[in-house]
């Protein structure tokens, strides 16, 4: 049976390269989403094997999709795409039970074989980041946004994305209240007390893109 691929990428046309690349192997896609909130709903719906994931997409990133996947359907194994090469994205992502880690400028050469690993029960990181790998282990500091749980990052990211307290509390499924307790407690836990410093703050940890 061929392998079965949930697709997750914002950009329709990255997206269908990746699906032509993979189905040109024998690999099935059977469900594409373009954000993290869609891709848990489909993974929820679908046969799914293994989940691609790009770690930049809107109302849910790659890494906290990949976390939310391994809590709620944790047979689905899952393979980031990513431009980040910085050892706290890939802390974060090893933490969050990512089995693959691929660089998008080495997507057409890695993404096939982190497949194959993956699916066979291994892990697949792009060649070259391997000592990023160590470093990150080595070091006693703590990945930017590691500090939050993961109901705070879905906050922070949302705010990023200029998300008012009603829009994020239905986005979550939560109260308007709730949703502002949440705001509230990122803004004390971060001791940042205004709109634009928590967006620097999201831009810098990766959970709001630039």
Known sequence: MAVRILLVEDHVLVREGLKVLLEAQGLKVVGEASDGQEALRLARQTSVDIAVLDIGMPLLNGIDA????RKSAPKIK???????EDESFIAAALAAGVKGYVLKRQVADDLLQAVQRVQNGGTYLSPGIAQAVV??????????????????RQVLQLIGEGKTTKEIARVLGIGSKTAETHRSRLMHKLDIHETAGLVRYGVRCGLVQP
């Open 66 to 69: 990949a976390r939310e996947l």
């Open 135 to 152: 470093e990150a282990y080595r070091s006693k500091g703590e990945a930017p946004g590691m500090i939050l749980t993961p109901r705070e």
């Open 78 to 84: 899952t393979i980031l795409l990513t431009r980040h």
